[in-house]
T-cell receptor
């Protein structure tokens, strides 16, 4: 079985500042990791996903995430926050023994201040 | 994702009532899922279906049932609603072509049980 832990339920960043959202995972087999974003009154949208191979993954809207096996982490970053980045972000994990079933973290609400 | 449609968008019902949430998709995906979202808990899997003849319980299936009427339709029922089933419910689909096939979400149904 897999699980993810997102550190920080709320993050406040200034417009133009670095966005850093933390995600740590637990998996007994190689994981497949995802970041999703949820804007108000909408469903979740895929930001990026990690499979085997390159550890730095680039996604939409300038976001990227780095897979670090030694730290069991998959942190999400964006160099410069925009007001439109205000949303809730979810880290999720699956693996070969859970094919198709994602385990989601509790989510991190991002507030962007002018 | 407009290709995954959930109805209704909002519903208020009373304790003990039977209620059905509906999901239809035009993506042609075989796999469909029902999740519920609660603040601070992220998304939790209720039921999932890999094809019309395959229905599986998720981690929180008690009090819920589902019906896969066709490849494109997957309904969630609460046989006797209770207040702790107040939540945001999401339907999602996946083509299941690989372990990291992403989920495509509808816009959700906000259910309130009084």
């Amino acid at each position: 079985a897999q699980s993810v832990t997102q550190l920080g339920s709320h993050v406040s960043v200034s417009e133009g500042a670095l966005v850093l959202l933390r995600c740590n995972y637990s998996s007994s087999v190689p994981p497949y990791l995802f970041w999703y974003v949820q804007y108000p009154n909408q469903g979740l949208q895929l930001l990026l996903k990690y499979t085997t191979g390159a550890t730095l993954v680039k996604g939409i809207n300038g976001f990227e995430a780095e897979f670090k096996k030694s730290e069991t982490s998959f942190h999400l970053t964006k160099p410069s926050a925009h007001m439109s980045d205000a949303a809730e972000y979810f880290c999720a994990v699956t693996a070969t023994d859970s094919w198709g079933k994602l385990q989601f973290g509790a989510g991190t609400q991002v507030v962007v201040t002018p | 994702d407009a290709d995954v449609t959930q109805t209704p968008r909002n519903r208020i019902t009373k304790t003990g009532k039977r209620i059905m949430l509906e999901c239809s998709q035009t993506k042609g995906h075989d796999r469909m899922y029902w999740y519920r979202q609660d603040p601070g808990l992220g998304l939790r899997l209720i039921y999932y279906s890999f094809d019309v003849k395959d229905i599986n319980k998720g981690e929180i299936s008690d009090g819920y049932s589902v019906s896969r009427q066709a490849q494109a339709k997957f309904s969630l029922s609460l046989e006797s609603a209770i207040p702790n089933q107040t939540a945001l419910y999401f339907c999602a689909t996946s083509d299941g072509s690989s372990y990291n096939s992403p989920l495509h979400f509808g816009n959700g149904t906000r259910l309130t049980v009084t």
